[in-house]
């Protein structure tokens, strides 16, 4: 039974269409630096924000019905949501999605009756995806709404709350392995603290590592290959989160010996939180071989949290695809961590949302491999750093075969070093422009 009644297949029609439900950019076949666009951008669905998700907010009540015809709370429902979202996906050429446990099914009381339910959706998403294209990204568990989960997970002051973290983690790898996901992610949602007055940091970072660590052990003792994620941000809902940026989550993760298993998943709104830009994160995790996935949305800068947007905003798109180009793509994909605002209530704008993300990410691609293929940023770049190749002292500091007494005698016959040439941020910014609004 057809779900959203009256909206077709979307297609790429160009960007001289008119058609708000067509792709202008997203050309799944086109082929960018020798590679089909739908292979640069394994882009994903959000279980939680396009399925769950009504538009609640600490002000009011939903605006928009996700019953999809079936009472809520139910596992008609749950399978309601399956429904619609395959229905979803393949309407729009989508061949992945993403999911908490929680997203799947009611949780019950009893956490046996909450697993039963996931056993029994996981199957139905099974034979769903008979048939289809469509994979799983990645899994994860959500610990961070059940009322238990207030002081954190991994971080929390109670063995039992621990052992309930656990506990869910072994059943959303359970089901993520089942579904064949490619990786399995930990949001510390909660993980993290108000006041140092009420916490024990180096307690609960050495638990959260040994979660993490018993994580990894299961999920390879049953036969998971793929690479777990961590997912930083800085704040909301903690005031202090542990895995604040990438560069504090990547230094945690080989701290406790997790970086050969654990890559990070970048969102963009959440390294904007941080106090960086997107392309910061991805580039801070790419240098260190840990760009694993992304969460593609995007922040408010006149609003400090995270608002998960659809992603619009074509200079950081572009930006973020130089990066991904130049670390030569991720082992994961695009999820849409992304809600429409909550006036934007209807099945139509669930889809115009997607098409708006998947068309920015498409522009960004086609733009950065015109930077790449341009070469006048790389080759500035490239020549910003050429003392160091070209002159004695700079070849014998990069073979790291000098000492300060022998750079300092160097110095000191200098008398003054020449200053280093122009910066050229304004020229390279030009360049930019040019590339992104030339016909
Ligand atoms: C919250 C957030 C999460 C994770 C998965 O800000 O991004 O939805 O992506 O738990
Ligand atoms: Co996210």
Redesign the pocket.
């Known amino acids: 039974m057809e779900i959203f009644k009256g909206i077709p297949q979307i297609k790429y029609e160009g960007a001289n269409s008119t058609s708000e439900l067509s792709f202008k950019y997203y050309d799944p076949e086109k082929i960018v630096l020798g590679k089909k666009m739908s292979e640069h951008l394994p882009f994903a669905m ?1 279980w ?1 924000h396009n399925l769950c998700a009504t538009g609640v907010d600490m002000f009011g009540r939903g605006t928009a019905d996700k019953s999809f015809g079936a009472k809520e709370g139910t596992m008609e429902h749950a399978k309601a949501k399956v429904d619609a979202g395959f229905e979803f996906m393949q309407k729009l050429g989508i061949k992945y999605f ?1 999911f ?1 446990d929680v997203d799947l099914v009611p949780e019950a009381d009893d956490i046996k009756v909450t697993n039963a339910r996931l056993d029994e959706i996981s199957d139905y998403i099974l034979q769903k995806m008979k048939g289809t294209d469509i994979k799983c990204l990645w899994g ?1 568990a ?1 610990m ?1 709404g059940n009322p238990r989960y207030m002081n954190g997970a991994g971080s929390t002051n109670s063995a039992d709350v621990y052992a309930f973290a656990a506990a869910q983690v072994k059943k959303a790898l359970d089901i993520t392995v089942k579904l064949g996901g490619r990786g399995y ?1 930990f ?1 510390g ?1 909660r993980e993290g603290y108000e006041t140092l007055l009420n916490t024990d940091m180096a307690f609960e970072l050495e638990n959260i590592a040994y979660l993490m660590k018993m994580a990894v052990e299961y999920g390879r003792s049953i036969g998971f290959k793929g690479d777990f994620y961590v ?1 930083p ?1 800085p704040k ?1 809902p903690m005031k202090h989160q542990y895995d604040f940026d990438a560069a504090t989550a990547i230094g945690f993760l080989k701290a406790h010996g997790l970086d050969k298993d654990f890559k990070l ?1 970048i ?1 963009a ?2 390294a904007t939180l941080a106090g960086h830009t997107f392309e910061h994160d991805l580039r801070v995790s790419a240098i260190n071989g840990m760009l694993g996935s992304i ?1 593609a949305n995007q922040g408010d800068f006149l609003l400090g949290w ?1 608002t ?1 947007e659809f992603p619009y905003d074509v200079y950081t798109a572009t930006k973020a695809m130089y990066e991904v180009l130049k670390a030569g793509g991720i082992t994961g994909g695009f ?1 849409f ?1 992304a809600k429409t605002r909550r006036p934007s209530y209807t099945a139509e704008d669930m889809f115009k949302a997607y098409i708006l993300g998947m068309d920015t990410f498409a522009l960004g691609l086609i733009k950065a491999a015109e930077l790449i293929e341009d070469g006048r940023i790389d080759k500035f770049v490239e020549n910003k750093y050429s003392s160091f190749r070209t002159t004695d002292t700079g070849k014998s500091i990069l073979a790291r075969k000098t000492s300060l007494a022998e750079l300092s005698a160097y110095a000191e016959k200098l008398g003054a070093p020449e200053l280093p040439a122009s910066g050229n941020q304004e020229g390279l910014e030009s360049i930019f422009n040019q590339i992104l609004f030339k016909a």
Do not use: Q
Request: aromatic fraction near 14%; glycine fraction near 4%; include cysteine.
């Open positions: 959000a939680w993403c908490h994860t959500n961070f992610v949001w949602g997912e941000k909301e998943n969102e709104n959440h969460d995270d998960d999820n961590d």
